[in-house]
Nanobody, 124 residues
Framework: QVQLVESGGGLVQPGGSLRLSCAASERTFSSLNMAWFRQAAGAEREFVSTISWNGQTTDYADSVKGRFTISRDNAENTVYLQMNILKPEDTGVYYC?????????????????WGQGTQVTVSS
């Protein structure tokens, strides 16, 4: 029943910015813990960032700290990932994920819902 739809990906040059959006179903979004994962070609899916259901707690992978910012607007049932100073190694498919429990947020295993992903390519 819970559906997640990502948008905002695209092709940008190194040093550029993108803002990803993830729209979720109205009835469940405000109680869900949300996260972003990404998967580069030939690599495993890795944790990028998470935000708790009430927006009071956030966490980031070391590789994106200081460059990416996660936020949510529960009134709009949307979570965002603002990505600045993008690097080629940020390239990959970015997935929005949701889970009911605030635990092991860094692991893709255990998330209850996933979007289909949006491609982010950082290249000159």
């Amino acid at each position: 029943q819970v559906q997640l739809v990502e948008s905002g990906g695209g092709l940008v040059q190194p040093g550029g910015s993108l803002r990803l959006s993830c729209a979720a179903s109205e009835r469940t979004f405000s109680s869900l813990n949300m996260a972003w994962f990404r998967q580069a070609a030939g690599a495993e899916r890795e944790f990028v960032s998470t935000i708790s259901w009430n927006g009071q707690t956030t966490d980031y992978a070391d590789s994106v700290k200081g460059r990416f910012t996660i936020s949510r607007d529960n009134a709009e049932n949307t979570v965002y990932l603002q990505m600045n100073i993008l690097k080629p190694e940020d390239t990959g498919v970015y997935y929005c994920a949701a889970k009911w429990l605030w635990a092991h947020w860094w692991s893709a295993d255990g998330y209850d819902y996933w979007g289909q992903g949006t491609q982010v390519t950082v290249s000159s």
